[in-house]
């Protein structure tokens, strides 16, 4: 059978079988992938037709992503959790994600709060430990309740040392612990003695040298060195080794200067130098710091965190404040390490997707194609992640330029509106643990944030806006 | 006019007139830029052929690329100039690129000679130090005549220190100087008071620590080093910021252990964590570790080495041991700091080019995308440089992969006879200096080896072939 007309042109949307059968009538068929927005839901599609193109949300996002935009994050120093973080009580212990309680808890966030428990003494050994926490003699609240984020479980408590980083356009302070380096650590589940005894001596030795070099050094401006950590191959999430250089170029010669022994001067350096990771923590701080600027912003429907508790996915946006929006956490598909596979992992952990957030990480993979052997995927891959979330993403950030895309900015500012939208999932580049407590890292790859925090939040705002 | 036959399909080289006529006769044409090989001209098209595909010559290829790539340089540590270099006489200052007379030398390299006479205390001002060159009383030989390499001017003089490479596959050593920094520097020609006192800080304070730290470190092995920086965004030619930060972070712990005053340490780490440069010597000492090891194959049209003395620019091949192919050295169209032009520029200059012809810098530019706003064009031309690059090349060097390229190696064993063949010009990424002595750096840019340099050598390997 031929078709009418021998100029047909035909543009197909959605199921495909549609264009190859006008293919095979000798039509010319351009296929295009789509699927109906809101995933078809009438009342879901219905709430994003009031919200797509409102002159309130479209400006309160404006507002907003200008606010993110404006942000300049510096490295104040190093202090104490809590003498430095606003309303942490003395018993309390900060963990990545949303709220959960502890009869809830994944393995390794479980594993990670004992060892805190252990760090801080109020237990003498696990199972006490584990009984004062299902005792409720602990409270447990998420970083981001107090401006912290912490990597994987997050663990803070009282007396463990923190990054101090501020926003001089707002005044407002972030927080972030300090990273273990890989292997047997907190974050990861990990609570044996090599474990406390790393913490122990970072609570002491490495916080007094830390504290000693920030006195001569000074302020460290985070934008202009995550931007060129991003002309170094890193995306400032899951690689961190060029960051980490920077920061131990710009901390070397203070660390000299500081009033402490020439031994304890050569340990904290040798523990920076040997771990490519040691930047994550700052750059969390920093990305936190940035979107906390854009917090507030009545109808915006702008992301500003995004954070995993290892059972549920939770996202906040402007427009509501703290509310978190949550959906079950997802089991990363990635690559694992030799003897582990996806049945041993714990479902995605971590507060690190306050980067992807940001607009790194997985936003921009773009600059570090040398991650795609940790998480899988060719070059190419990475220029096309990094061009697909600039369709859920309110604009560019023309300080965190991409070399390989001829300096655009990284798409930055998640409009959760463009994500029920489109269906295009933020992703999230991350290591995966171990689901048990203390064996750790299993393995890393890129996962995707759940559209229905998405979905929530676009119902929430919908209602929130006037009739 | 219609051409006869419907189906007739063109496929067209060289100039493109032909291709378009057949067009606007409806004609499917493809068009193919294509020059004949060696310019066209009979008597070297003939010498070509006879080297092409020869069996003593892809034998002899194979050989030497097996060499360069069986070399593993290592930076063992530092020592001053005339004790290390076998052969280095006393009053002896070695210059980059191939040989050439102080009468016929340009601005910047008379400028450093200049400065390392005074340096060394032979003359007590400028004109008595140039009167001294003039009548003869300063030996001048190339770096490359004594195993060593420089950027620039090169100079290297006997008191200087010199980083100490060494090849353990061959047992041999290479020699570079320290880099000094951007700005008034003698590399460029400068020589007043402050360019001689960091030289006499770099002799006596810089050289001390160094080597106190190195008895600490042991060797640093370079090539996994170089290789990291390459998945840092270094080219490890006018890119070095990775690769400078990697070298700190082995250096910081060993100078720490070192005994050494604190203020001398602190001194030498800010030196260097204040020059992104400071790894390009090592990088070229590296470079020519690695070419050194395919030098001397009979037969071989393997490039050894590409070196710019300011007048010309030489190469050297395996086949032919130490002569010397020379042409006019280029004018560099770069891009030119503010206020200056191509009509201020020297000649190409320097022996950095080394690192080109070991498969790095422009040969590894797809690794280095931020480098284009250095030296102009697109990330994409980055990607098409070293592709392009490939065509000339013996091979890839797995050692030392392009993430870019989805971790292909890159291009390296620069063919002499490929570069006749196919009119394709190795590339350089380079500095412009000022033609006058002491102004220093003017910009940078990219530039290319000139075609009659290898039309030289092809033409003597067609001799040495027998009959």
Redesign the interface.
């Known amino acids: 059978m031929r078709l009418p007309g021998s100029d047909l042109r035909v543009l197909n949307l959605g199921i495909a079988g549609f264009a190859d059968a006008i293919a095979s009538s000798g039509g010319r068929v351009t296929q295009v992938d789509w699927q109906p927005p809101a995933r078809g839901d009438a009342k879901l599609g219905r709430a994003l037709a009031r919200l797509v193109n409102h002159p309130e949300v479209e400006e309160a996002n404006r507002r907003a992503f200008a606010a993110y935009l404006a942000a300049s994050p510096v490295l104040e120093g190093i202090g104490t959790a809590r003498r430095e973080i606003p309303g942490m009580g003395r018993r309390t212990i900060l963990h990545a994600g949303p709220p959960i309680e502890w009869s809830r808890m994944c393995g390794p966030m479980r594993g990670a709060l004992v060892g805190a428990i252990l760090h801080e003494g109020w237990a003498g050994d696990a199972a006490e430990a584990e009984a004062l926490a299902a005792r409720g003699k602990v409270r447990f609240e998420p970083c981001h309740a107090r401006g912290a984020v912490g990597p994987m479980a997050g663990a803070i408590s009282p007396s463990m040392p923190v990054w101090i980083v501020r926003d001089p356009a707002t005044g407002r302070r972030s927080f972030s612990n300090l990273n273990e380096g890989l292997g047997k650590v907190l974050r990861f589940g990990a609570n044996g003695p090599e474990v406390l005894e790393r913490l122990a001596w970072m609570r002491e030795g490495l916080r007094r040298v830390l504290a000693k070099a920030f006195e001569s050094s000074g302020p460290i401006e985070l934008k202009p060195l995550m931007a ?1 950590a991003l ?4 995306e400032v999430h899951n690689r961190n ?2 960051a980490t ?2 920061l ?2 710009r901390l ?2 203070a660390i ?2 500081a009033k402490v022994s ?1 031994a304890e ?2 340990r904290a ?2 523990f920076i ?1 040997g771990n490519d990771h040691f930047f994550l923590n700052v750059s969390m701080a920093a990305c936190k710091s940035m979107l906390d600027a854009a917090r507030g912003v009545p109808m915006s429907s702008l992301v500003t965190a995004m954070a995993r508790n290892g059972v549920e996915f939770g996202i906040q946006v402007s427009g509501c404040g703290e509310l978190w929006f949550t959906a079950p956490s997802p089991v990363v598909d990635g690559l694992f390490f030799p003897g582990y596979s996806a049945a041993d992992a714990a479902p995605d952990l971590g507060d690190s997707a306050i980067t992807e957030s940001a607009g790194l990480g997985g936003f921009a993979m773009a600059a570090a ?2 991650i ?2 940790f998480v899988g995927g ?3 891959d990475a220029l096309a992640n990094t061009r697909r979330m600039g369709h859920i993403a309110q604009g560019r950030n023309p300080a965190l330029t991409l ?5 655009a900015g990284t798409p930055a500012g998640i409009d959760a509106r463009k994500v029920v939208d489109t269906g295009i999932l933020p992703i999230v580049n991350t290591g995966i643990a171990h689901r048990a407590a203390g064996i750790g890292q299993i393995g890393a790859g890129i996962t995707a944030a759940p559209l229905d925090c998405f979905i929530q939040a676009v119902a929430a705002l919908a209602e929130a806006l006037p009739a």
């Open positions: 060129q002309h170094m191959g890193d080794a060029a250089s920077l131990l170029r070397t010669p000299l200067a020439r001067a050569a350096l040798a130098g194609p040398a795609v052997s060719s070059a190419a070399p390989a895309l001829d300096f």
